[in-house]
């Protein structure tokens, strides 16, 4: 997808970059090898790298494998700049600033500050600026701000947002004028992915599936965000689980997420058990206090969300796919309850499982964005957690 844009030597930089970053400490004749490029271009473009200072030179590497010369060995420079990544909710707001491999510098929240696209632009700047005050110096200073919208975004626009009024407001480039770098807008469900695959897996392709007031997912093939040809690849939310069923602000009758977000099961939950149910502290604890009807009722919920899964698992053959959900990250024997409904001959390989980034997988996928931006490597991938 972006590789193609790539010029040959491009295309060797973030190569070899990338290798850099996953072998930890490497000497150039290794890299070489490694790479399959040679001993002189690779010298010229880790020259490159130093001179821009994304990799610095490290004591003295094995001399046995170099016949008594000691190779010099190079490092990925984390500390080469830093990155803001902002989760524009529909009724929160978290920003985290952070070095380009997700090593954390300080986080700031709004929690229910409702958004309107009158203090969107003013919301996101107020917290750039409080993260600011964390600010440690760096070579490149901050390189870049990616936003995360609940809504569609294609090409830096944004589209149907059904949680709050955005769309078609211009907020990439409003930031971009106040702020003087670069800004990247995209959809949550689609960080959430990036943030996997960047920091929390070994596999290239994979799916997120997001279970928050909506159901979304992000596609990562070989590498790469999937968006579409309209940014609505992973919509699964809209997917029809019952003909003629639920009517859903999206147009249709009966979508998967008028049966499976967590909104509609804090609803049923609620009338169910007569508690107040509207967060997933909530819901465990009426889990506790009543457990067979509810847990009848989660059980059938986790069903229905496989159903969906299992669509999309037909659709896209991925290797793995994660949960990213409160309900499911604290509920985990739910994820049993997916597992075990997707049990196809096809779907049966697939991998299952809850995220292993909390509730950070959107932001540290904000990060992911940027730094795969500013760092020029289009499949950028840090250690695995
Ligand atoms: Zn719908």
């Given at each position: 997808m972006i590789s193609t844009k790539y010029t040959?030597?491009e295309h060797?930089?973030a ?139 294609h090409e ?28 990247i807008?995209q959809?949550?469900?689609n960080?959430?992915a990036l943030?996997?695959y960047t ?5 290239d392709n ?12 992000g596609v990562v093939v070989n590498g790469q965000l999937d968006t579409g040809a309209h940014g609505?690849i992973g ?81 896209q ?51 992911a964005s940027?730094?795969r931006q500013?760092?020029k490597v289009s499949d950028l991938q840090?250690?695995?957690?």
């Open positions: 040959i030597r060797n930089e190569r070899i970059l990338q290798e850099i970053i996953t072998q930890k400490q490497i000497s150039r004749a290794d890299l070489a090898s490694r790479i399959g490029l040679n001993k002189a271009s690779v010298s010229a473009i880790t020259k490159q790298l130093l001179d821009d200072g994304l990799i610095t030179e490290i004591g003295i590497g094995d001399a046995s494998q170099s016949g008594g010369r000691k190779p010099i060995l190079l490092t990925f420079e984390p500390h080469c700049g830093v990155v803001i990544a902002v989760d524009l909710g529909a009724n929160y707001a978290e920003g985290l600033l952070s070095y380009p491999d997700g090593e954390v510098i300080a986080v700031v929240e709004r929690k229910r500050q409702p958004v309107t696209r009158d203090n969107a632009c003013d919301l996101i700047l107020t917290i750039v600026h409080e993260l600011k005050h964390k600010l440690p110096h760096t070579r490149h200073g901050i390189v870049g701000l990616t936003v995360a919208i609940h809504g569609l975004v830096q626009r944004i589209g149907f947002a059904p949680y709050y009024d955005l769309t078609e407001l211009p907020l990439a480039q409003e930031l971009e004028e106040q702020l003087g770098y670069p800004v807008l959809n949550e469900a960080l959430a943030g996997e920091f929390a897996s070994a596999s994979l799916i997120s599936i997001s279970v928050h007031s909506g159901v979304g997912a609505q919509e699964i939310g809209h997917t029809i689980l019952y003909p003629g069923g639920t009517p859903c602000p999206c147009g249709n009758h009966g979508c998967l997420e008028q049966y499976a977000s967590n909104t509609v099961i804090y609803r049923e939950a609620a009338a169910l058990t007569g508690r107040e149910i509207t967060n997933s502290d909530q819901l465990v604890a009426a889990l506790e206090a009543q457990n067979e009807p509810l847990a009848a009722l989660l059980k059938e919920k986790a069903r229905l969300l496989a159903i969906g899964i299992n669509n999309l698992v037909m659709l053959d991925p290797e793995l796919v994660v949960i990213n959900s409160s309900v499911y990250r604290k509920l985990p024997w739910l994820v049993d309850e997916v597992r075990a409904s997707i049990n196809s001959r096809f779907a049966h390989q697939v991998k299952i499982r809850n995220t292993r980034l909390a509730d950070q997988a959107v932001l540290v996928g904000g990060i940027t730094a500013f760092l840090f250690e695995n957690r």
